[in-house]
């Protein structure tokens, strides 16, 4: 079984990404002292979460003798731009299997954000309706290059595969040398969690280290009974990979809130939007309204209930996802520009 520092690794992040504190934010809440780990700056193609799990998984496809990458996603999917980025950088081609599931989408949705940039690093797009089922979709193009004379290499949606989720094993235990460095110990970490690669890989990392501070996984995809049951079984999975026993990780260890989603998946609350809000006028940084704001909100909800005190050190990881902004502009566009007093 290799070990974490022995499985082959493409280099595309730039690491380690700063870990801040958040004083301003931090004042204004008077509650725990917030601290933000900026994996929005892992640097590839505009940066985020996926980026870390693909570094390990275009290195197997290099291995394999892939000549493609094949994943699939939504119009603004931020792992599917990341997987074109990291395709273009490493020489392979990328195809994308996109599913066009919002009827309702504005041009900015369909034109601007991750798909603009899916176009730029020159991604072949399979967009294909709402409902079909990716892996038929992942499959009929995995067929089609092969009867080319190509060699496909699938990636899972999320790039949530073990192979991924060790980016987040090694993300843990980068986390633990900062916070040592800084003399700090972290009472809770909390992110964004959907196809369940960085949580499973955050937890592994925790269960590498014994590490007992808890991981709050603020779901973004629902529902949270599967969430959860996921991200156990990708974490058991992992710590497979690395060589070590799955029972190192329980599903009582595995914590996911499942009511900062608002209306579903891609549909931002009111409370997502103040999320977003108060982190841009406070600390100047960008949060999205389809992953980070809601697990934003759900720090700022976890301190209003009281499960995060004064005297803690709360860590937000920010995974990234500011690329949609400019596809959710229509989420803004009635407020009006002009001036205003302080
Ligand atoms: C994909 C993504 C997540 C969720 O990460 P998973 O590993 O899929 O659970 C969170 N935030 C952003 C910005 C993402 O793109």
């Not at 499985?7 to 725990?32: A, K």
């Not at 990291?86 to 994308?96: F, I, M, S, V």
């Not at 309702?104 to 991750?114: K, S």
């Not at 909800?301 to 005297?311: A, D, M």
């Amino acid at each position: 079984m290799p070990s974490l520092d022995q499985l082959p690794r493409e280099r595309f992040c730039h690491l380690p990404t700063p870990l801040q504190r958040l004083p301003r934010i931090s004042r204004h809440l008077g509650g725990p002292d917030l601290w933000i780990k900026r994996d929005d700056c892992t640097g590839l193609g505009l940066g985020g979460n996926k980026t870390r799990k693909l570094e390990y998984l275009i290195a197997d496809a290099l291995r394999h003798g892939a000549t493609r990458v094949i994943t699939a996603g939504p119009l603004q999917s931020n792992h599917c731009r990341q997987t074109a980025a990291a395709a273009a950088a490493a020489g392979l081609e990328c195809e994308l299997v996109i599913d066009d599931r919002l009827d309702d989408a504005d041009h900015a949705y369909r034109t601007n954000g991750n798909i603009l940039l899916d176009r730029l690093f020159h991604a072949i797009l399979r967009v294909v309706p709402g409902g079909t089922d990716a892996e038929t979709a992942l499959e009929e193009a995995a067929r089609e290059l092969r009867d080319q004379g190509g060699v496909p290499y699938r990636i899972p949606v999320g790039a949530s595969a073990p192979l991924g989720a060790a980016g987040y094993a090694n993300a843990s235990l980068e986390i633990h040398a900062q916070a040592q460095a800084l003399g700090l110990r972290f009472d809770g970490i909390v992110h964004a969690t959907g196809s369940g690669g960085t949580q499973a890989g955050l937890l592994a990392g925790h269960a590498l280290l014994r590490s007992s501070t808890r991981i709050h996984g603020i779901d973004i995809l629902g529902p949270a009974a599967a969430v959860q049951a996921n991200v156990h079984a990708l974490a058991q999975q992992t710590l497979h990979l690395l060589g070590h026993r799955d029972d190192l990780i329980q599903p009582e260890d595995v914590h996911v809130h499942g009511d900062f989603i608002g209306a579903g998946f891609g549909k931002p609350s009111a409370r997502t939007l103040q999320a977003i809000d108060l982190l841009a006028r406070q600390e100047a940084i960008l949060l999205d309204p389809v992953h980070t704001g809601k697990a934003f909100d759900g720090l700022l909800g976890l301190v209003e209930r009281g499960v995060f005190t004064k005297g803690q050190n709360i860590l937000f990881l920010h995974t990234g996802g500011q690329a949609s902004l400019f596809a959710y502009a229509g989420l803004w566009s009635q407020q009006e520009v002009g001036y205003r007093s302080p």
